[in-house]
Nanobody, 116 residues
């Protein structure tokens, strides 16, 4: 399928908010999970959160209570609402879609920088 496209990254002060968007052409019936991952400088890529086709969500402990994943099925879009941002949240954020036929589709990433 076509590569997912992320948007919404940028520079924000600590305590601020950003909302990331990821749009895909993959239909809902072919999607098992949609998720967000991030890679900070000198760090391994880590899971931020996922949402299943049934709407169940999973979050990393580091973002629980601050980040929220949601979907708009009509727009084939998944969102990551990020509140109370910290400098440690600075990273490149990637959208990933896992299909029901076991293929993975990654976006190119969007930079989020949180200043202190």
């Amino acid at each position: 399928q076509v590569q997912p496209v992320e948007s919404g990254g940028g520079l924000v002060q600590a305590g601020g908010s950003l909302r990331l968007s990821c749009t895909t052409s993959i239909t809902r019936s072919n999607i098992m999970t949609m998720g967000w991952y991030r890679r900070a400088p000198e760090k391994q890529r880590e899971l931020v959160g996922t949402i299943t086709s049934g709407g169940n969500t999973v979050y990393a402990d580091s973002v629980k209570g601050r980040f929220t994943i949601s979907r708009d099925d009509a727009k084939n879009t998944v969102y990551l609402q990020m509140n109370s941002l910290k400098p440690l949240d600075t990273a490149v954020y990637y959208c990933k879609i896992l299909t029901t036929y076991r293929s993975e589709h990654w976006g190119q990433g969007t930079q989020v920088t949180v200043s202190s």
